[in-house]
């Protein structure tokens, strides 16, 4: 999802990254699938099983993407940080709204259980995304 | 990421000093919290007229700024010079880091209401299958917009904020916008197609 992530680096002295940015933006299309196929439901429940699947991956890619940003080195992480800290807060807003109207709704039991853990996803994923394709092109020292 | 430092040379490789400008603009942000309050209270008590003002405000602002920007401004900018882009983008871009998350929040948020209230949201509504449709569109426009261009308008800010932004990581970042204003495009105006439908049944 990220072109940073493209091999650029003769053109913009860019050292090579891991695919953090792509996975944790696979991550976000996944529970953007998820949340499509719920909304698409309601008021009904939606098939839990496919939702509960799309969940799962996009932990997953959640997971491996921050045991690959962990594992760089020489990283910008004074400014992944501002920027993660701030984009965070956002999402959080952003998320916290759709949650609302979800449990406005009447949204509950395992449906708002999985909404919850979409959002969360949703929340990290974008900042994560941000504060990374933000520090790596910034100078570690 | 409020921080102030100096942008926009009379070349990108030269470092120069300038008036400074916000990445996030702080001024900007009572505005927002006005407009997560409205949008709150309007679900929350479930407001008729403030969730059809939410999502129709927020809907066409949102279709209009992308369409406008992406066929009009985006193709003007691409004849400036490389300095003249970047005096434009380190005063525009800010502006829109605001601007669209809240208008895009506005939108969504009221959206699901408004349907659910209309009765589309029912699997017998004539409407429903327009629904999803319009939820697959937005699902599109919310990965470009989250996964890809808003990540390159924060780091073209922060790449801009150094003293020698480097033209071109900036140049490239800036391509993304160029690549995805076609689906962006595609997607608008299926919304305005899908909206316009469902507004006349």
Redesign the interface.
């Known amino acids: 999802m990220s072109a940073a992530d493209a091999p650029h680096s003769v053109v913009t002295g860019d050292r090579p990254m891991p695919p953090v940015a792509w996975l944790s933006s696979l991550a976000l299309c996944l529970v953007i699938v998820g949340g499509i196929v719920l909304a698409s439901y309601a008021p009904r429940t939606a098939p839990l099983g496919l939702v509960t699947a799309l969940l799962c991956v996009a932990i997953a890619l959640m997971v491996t993407a921050a045991g690959m940003l962990v594992r760089i080195k020489e990283f910008a992480w004074a400014t992944f940080g501002v920027v993660f800290k701030w984009a965070l807060l956002a999402y959080v807003v952003v998320s916290g709204m759709i949650e609302f109207a979800f449990v406005h709704d009447h949204t509950r039991g395992s449906s708002l259980l999985l909404v919850s853990l979409m959002l969360t996803v949703f929340a990290l994923s974008v900042p994560t995304t941000i504060a990374f394709t933000t520090a790596r092109f910034v100078d570690p020292t | ?3 102030e430092t100096m942008v926009g040379a009379p070349t990108l490789s030269q470092p120069h000093a300038r008036e400074k400008i916000q990445i ?1 603009p702080l001024a900007g942000l009572p505005v927002v919290a006005l407009a ?1 309050i409205f ?2 209270l309007s ?2 008590l479930n407001l008729r007229w403030g969730l059809m003002f939410n999502h129709v405000v927020g809907g066409g602002l949102w279709t209009g700024i992308d369409l406008f920007v992406g066929f009009v401004i985006g193709p003007i900018l691409g004849k400036l010079s490389i300095p003249a882009r970047a005096e434009f983008a380190a005063r525009f871009m800010p502006k829109m880091v605001i601007i669209m ?1 809240t208008v895009v ?1 506005m939108t ?2 009221t959206g ?2 408004v349907a ?1 209230q209309a009765g589309n ?3 017998s509504s004539p409407n429903h299958a327009w629904l ?1 449709v319009s ?2 569109v937005v ?1 599109v426009m ?2 470009v917009a ?3 261009l ?3 308008n ?2 073209v800010l ?2 801009m904020n150094k003293p020698v932004p ?1 033209g ?2 900036i140049g ?2 800036m ?2 916008f160029i ?1 995805t204003a076609g689906i962006t495009g595609v997607m608008q105006i299926a919304t305005l197609i899908i909206m316009t439908r469902l507004g006349s049944r």
């Open positions: 990421m409020s921080e996030v997560v949008v709150a679900i929350g998350p929040m969504l948020a699901f209401q659910r949201l029912a699997a999803i939820f697959c699902g919310a990965a989250l996964g890809v808003e990540p390159a924060i780091a922060y790449e480097n071109e990581r490239r970042l391509k993304r690549y």
